[in-house]
Each structure stands twice: as structure tokens, then as C-alpha cells.
């Protein structure tokens, strides 16, 4: 489904040509993307995951300036935790800008995209649990499973 508010966003030119080309890779060369972020970290956009897909037609500024000040109060002395990091788009992002990042992601699904991004990163750590306030083991719902 078509997000009309993004698209105006992020300019209906500027979204018709990014997200054509994000297209064209994925259905007729069957490949994920890759890209430069601002940080100068590369990640990868796994062409199954359509919120990674924002990240490439936003050209690295998805969250509409919170990359900014992630990046701001980032130092070299200091770690990252990005819970719930999906394919890793914040631990990429942030990266070069701190000693170690740890991307915690309980979905399976994700972990595949997270792993290529953080080998390309070489500082980001994956730790396959879900983050709670409480101890105690749970069970992941997604909406494959709900039904």
C-alpha cells in the first residue's frame, strides 16, 4: 500500500526515481541494495524487508532526523544498544561513530540481513533475544503466527 504522507515527505520526484530504481534491483536483477549511509558505513537494503526499503528512498534519513541526534550524542568511548534492530539500519548508521554497537533482534526473519550488515560493519555484535523490563522467557508473536 502506497504511503501518500511519505511520499510528500520526501518529494514526489525524489520518491518516483529512488523507488523505481529500488524496484528495478528487486524484481528484475533479484538483488538487495547496498548504500552508503552518512556516516560512511555501507548497508545493505534487503529487498524483503519494506522498511528497509524507506531507508533507500529517504537516502538515509528515514526517521526524519533522529539519525542526526543519535549521531550527535554518539563518541568513540561508547557503546550503542539498538533493541529490536530488525536488519540493523541504526547499528550500521552509528557504527563509525562508536566503540561497539549490540543489536538485539528476536525475530529469525531478520537475522540473515543483520548479520550481512554487521559483517560489513565489523563492530556491531547480535545478540538474538528480545529486550524487557522483566526476566522471564516469552514467545515472539509476528502476524504470520497470530493467526
Known sequence: MINRKF????GFS???????????????????????LPTGSKFIVPRHSPNASEVFVT???MDWGSEALFARFSQP??????I???????????????RCCYAFEPDPRNLAALRANAA??????IIEQAVSSKSRSGKLLSRRNRM
Open 7 to 10: 511520499i510528500r515527505q520526501v
Open 14 to 36: 525524489k520518491w518516483i526515481f529512488r523507488y523505481s530504481l529500488l524496484q528495478f534491483r528487486k524484481r528484475v536483477l533479484r538483488r538487495d541494495g547496498c548504500m552508503k
Open 59 to 61: 537516502n538515509a534519513n
Open 77 to 82: 568511548k561508547r557503546d550503542f544498544l539498538d
Open 84 to 98: 529490536g534492530a530488525h536488519v540493523g539500519y541504526y547499528s550500521a548508521y552509528l557504527s563509525p561513530l562508536v
Open 120 to 125: 560489513l560493519a565489523g563492530n556491531i555484535k
